[in-house]
């Protein structure tokens, strides 16, 4: 059930990780962006209640450290350079795409590659670069719904100020003798309005009614995906967990592999490790995913089976082989991490959820100053 609520959620939103880091890095605004913030921040609210009430279980808190960073950078890369981060690639994928299938095939490469190296990384990679235990915000001495207030008023500050600032660069009303706090403070009170009447437009448009025929087949407006992804995150924290992508598609490619041949199942030492012998939650969370976002593919008329394209050259395929391996350096996607790790407030994703940005937008940097 979680499964097909993010399936559904992500796919008629159009959520792409990449696409929105990359618009954000190219015009400053995103409006995929706007969701995937509001998801997060309102899943950081109820997930502090989740900790107040039961403490550390359930959240997924790994040891943190410069890998993180390295690993989230190597995966922001491959995303943009793949055109899209893990998730869009299995809704892509579910709506018939072989483009994206040619991605998630790079990705499954990249973690095979890793999966034979695993006997050295932790020796040679992840013991050099660690510098502390899985922690959070939340453990600090304050009631954990405190400080995702705190967290989540910055946040929605920061986000203010950048979409006031651009929009008044947009207008051209920025005054070229103002100084720097009065720019910032008029910055700052342009976002907030534009924030209000967003909100008072969006919720006045809730109100007038939905036609549900129409809405079943047109996307949804990513903020009403992200508020569903937030409660769908909420309903599954109570169940089982927080969610997460790589770890589950790990495991299902060891777990196809180990059924299929022992013998091979053996021969990666990574793939041995994540072999589980059975489908843990997660597992089924992923098929839930690809099962949703089909449904919904469907329901739109967007489910049309189409072949790669020769245009795109390697690009797929060595996009997906850096998520796949910057998956498991860093360890985390861009759900892992930029979702549940923000909205853990845990120091691991943090600071591989930095990685991944700047990866990001490098990889934008670079790509589009290469295409002119």
Same mark, same amino acid.
């Given at each position: 059930? $979680?499964?097909?609520? &993010?399936?559904?959620? &992500?796919?008629?939103?159009?959520? #792409?990780?990449?696409?929105?880091?990359?618009? /954000? /890095? +190219?015009?400053?605004?995103?409006?995929?962006?706007?969701?995937?913030?509001?998801?997060?921040?309102?899943?950081?609210?109820?997930?502090?209640?989740? %900790?107040? !009430?039961?403490?550390?279980?359930? /959240?997924?808190?790994?040891?943190?450290?410069?890998?993180?960073?390295?690993?989230?950078?190597?995966?922001?890369?491959?995303?943009?350079? $793949?055109?899209? #981060?893990?998730?869009?690639?299995?809704?892509?994928?579910?709506?018939?795409?072989?483009? %994206?299938?040619?991605?998630?095939?790079?990705?499954?490469?990249?973690?095979?590659?890793?999966?034979?190296?695993?006997?050295?990384?932790?020796?040679? %990679?992840?013991?050099? +670069?660690?510098?502390?235990?899985?922690?959070?915000?939340?453990?600090?001495?304050?009631?954990?719904?405190?400080?995702? !207030?705190?967290?989540?008023? =910055?946040?929605?500050?920061?986000?203010?100020?950048? $979409?006031?600032?651009?929009?008044?660069?947009?207008?051209?009303? =920025?005054?070229?003798?103002?100084?720097?706090?009065?720019?910032?403070?008029?910055?700052?009170?342009?976002? @907030?309005?534009?924030? /209000?009447?967003?909100?008072?437009?969006?919720?006045?448009?809730?109100?007038?009614?939905?036609?549900?025929?129409?809405? @079943?087949?047109?996307?949804?407006?990513?903020?009403? #995906?992200?508020?569903?992804?937030?409660?769908?995150?909420?309903?599954?924290?109570?169940?089982?967990? !927080?969610?997460?992508?790589?770890?589950?598609?790990?495991?299902?490619?060891?777990?196809?592999?180990?059924?299929?041949?022992?013998?091979?199942?053996?021969?990666?030492?990574?793939?041995?490790?994540?072999?589980?012998?059975?489908?843990?939650?997660?597992?089924?969370?992923?098929?839930?995913?690809?099962?949703?976002?089909? +449904?919904?593919?469907?329901?739109?008329?967007?489910?049309?089976?189409?072949?790669?394209?020769?245009?795109?050259?390697?690009?797929? !395929?060595?996009?997906?082989?850096?998520?796949?391996?910057? $998956?498991?350096?860093?360890?985390? #996607?861009?759900?892992?991490?930029? %979702?549940?790790? =923000?909205?853990?407030?845990?120091?691991?994703?943090?600071?591989?959820?930095?990685?991944? =940005?700047?990866?990001?937008?490098?990889?934008?940097?670079?790509?589009?100053?290469?295409?002119?």
């Amino acid at each position: 059930m $979680a499964g097909v609520g &993010f399936g559904v959620f &992500f796919q008629k939103g159009r959520i #792409c990780y990449a696409s929105a880091l990359s618009d /954000f /890095f +190219l015009f400053r605004s995103s409006r995929v962006g706007g969701g995937i913030v509001l998801a997060t921040l309102l899943t950081t609210l109820s997930w502090s209640g989740a %900790y107040l !009430v039961g403490g550390e279980a359930g /959240f997924w808190l790994p040891p943190w450290g410069l890998y993180g960073l390295i690993g989230g950078a190597i995966f922001g890369v491959g995303m943009i350079l $793949a055109g899209a #981060c893990l998730t869009s690639t299995l809704w892509r994928v579910a709506s018939g795409s072989g483009q %994206y299938g040619l991605v998630l095939g790079g990705v499954v490469v990249g973690v095979l590659l890793t999966g034979l190296a695993h006997p050295w990384l932790g020796e040679l %990679y992840f013991t050099p +670069l660690w510098l502390g235990t899985g922690t959070t915000a939340f453990a600090l001495p304050v009631p954990a719904p405190a400080v995702a !207030v705190v967290f989540v008023a =910055v946040v929605a500050v920061a986000y203010a100020f950048l $979409a006031g600032s651009t929009k008044r660069q947009f207008d051209g009303s =920025v005054d070229e003798d103002e100084g720097p706090i009065a720019g910032l403070l008029e910055s700052l009170r342009v976002g @907030l309005r534009g924030l /209000f009447e967003g909100s008072r437009q969006y919720l006045g448009a809730r109100r007038s009614g939905i036609d549900v025929g129409r809405a @079943l087949r047109r996307p949804w407006d990513p903020r009403t #995906c992200g508020i569903g992804i937030a409660l769908t995150a909420t309903f599954w924290i109570g169940v089982s967990g !927080v969610w997460t992508v790589s770890g589950p598609l790990e495991d299902w490619i060891a777990f196809g592999v180990g059924t299929a041949s022992p013998v091979l199942l053996a021969a990666v030492p990574g793939f041995e490790a994540a072999f589980l012998g059975h489908v843990s939650p997660g597992m089924g969370v992923l098929v839930g995913f690809l099962l949703g976002a089909a +449904l919904a593919a469907l329901v739109s008329g967007d489910f049309e089976l189409t072949p790669p394209t020769r245009s795109a050259g390697v690009a797929p !395929v060595a996009g997906g082989v850096l998520m796949g391996v910057g $998956a498991n350096l860093a360890p985390g #996607c861009n759900v892992t991490n930029l %979702y549940t790790g =923000v909205a853990s407030l845990s120091a691991h994703g943090l600071l591989a959820s930095a990685g991944i =940005v700047l990866g990001a937008y490098a990889g934008t940097r670079l790509l589009f100053r290469t295409r002119g």
